[in-house]
């Protein structure tokens, strides 16, 4: 599955513990990561910067369902039952 564009919820509902330059600490689950432009694209993509989680992560319809917000709500139920 290609990511939709803009969509982003890969990029806000999971917490991230690596470093991303702006947020050398990661990012909590829920908040934003502050890489993202207004559209919800990555400022770091194709950049060796960008987290290795981040570059490993790869869209599935099982996950990021049928639109943004089908994505943030099972990102973040993945993210609390992993927690």
Avoid: Y
Avoid at 49 to 57: A, N, Q, S, V
């Amino acid at each position: 599955m290609e990511c939709r564009a803009g969509c982003a919820a890969c990029c806000i509902a999971p917490s991230i513990t690596s470093p991303i330059p702006g947020m050398p600490a990661g990012k909590p689950a829920g908040v934003a990561c502050v890489q993202l432009d207004e559209s919800g694209h990555c400022r770091l993509f194709g950049l060796p910067e960008r987290p290795r989680i981040c570059c490993e992560f790869q869209a599935t319809r099982a996950l990021c369902g049928e639109n943004r917000e089908q994505a943030l709500i099972r990102i973040a139920r993945l993210e609390r039952d992993t927690a």
